[in-house]
């Protein structure tokens, strides 16, 4: 390069500082509206029901530690379906991110997220919620989370991620399948040849 290059590079770059943080943040909100939001339009759009129909509850939550491995699984989930969820061996269909969220915020968003991702048809889904090491009282999203996934009945199991999808800070849950998932899968082993 030459000297009327490198200082006409100079004068053009003048006051330009270094960034600080060169980490990239793989979690930027997009244009489009998540799954959650969408269920939510399409609720909003019909009628406002007289009460809320989000049942997950805030009243009392078993506080967990942040190095705590979440794990559940209702009666009826296969062992070997279990372990491939526990080993990460499904596709991920769908994703969401409580980070920044308030509690009420990531009440409603997981909610919302998991019922349109059962009405899409989505089984295998990723919910990170953080570690919370630093937060007063520690943990406060991962125990609400724990909580509420227990509590949803579309929910069949979950499992604290694999490092590679977050670790202890990310959930893998196993969804039921929808109406529409269920007739096909009777039509499929139900067929006379």
């Known amino acids: 390069m030459a000297q009327d290059d490198l200082d006409l590079f100079k004068k053009v770059l003048g006051d330009v500082k270094r960034i600080k943080n060169d980490r990239v943040n793989l979690h930027q909100p997009s244009d489009e509206p998540s799954l959650s939001q ?3 339009q399409e609720s909003a759009v019909g009628r406002k029901p ?6 997950l509850s805030t009243d009392f939550v078993e506080p967990v530690e942040p190095n705590t491995w979440l794990e559940y699984k209702r ?7 279990y372990k491939k969820l526990r080993l990460g061996k499904y596709d991920i269909q769908a994703h969401t991110d409580l980070h920044r969220l308030t509690v009420k915020e990531a009440r409603d968003e997981v909610f919302y997220f998991i019922k349109a ?3 899409r048809g989505k089984r295998m889904v990723l919910i990170t919620h953080g570690k919370g090491e630093r937060s007063v009282p520690q943990a406060v999203l991962k125990s609400h989370v724990n909580h509420w996934l227990q509590q949803h009945d579309l929910v069949m199991a979950f499992h604290s991620a694999q490092q590679k999808h977050g670790g202890l800070g990310s959930v893998y849950v196993l969804l039921k399948k929808n109406e529409l998932d269920k007739q096909l899968n009777r039509e499929v082993y139900n067929k006379t040849t």
Do not use: I, T
């Open 50 to 55: 007289s009460h809320d129909p989000n049942y």
């Open 117 to 119: 991702c059962v009405k």
């Open 38 to 40: 969408l269920a939510r």
């Open 75 to 81: 009666s009826g989930v296969q062992e070997g379906v």
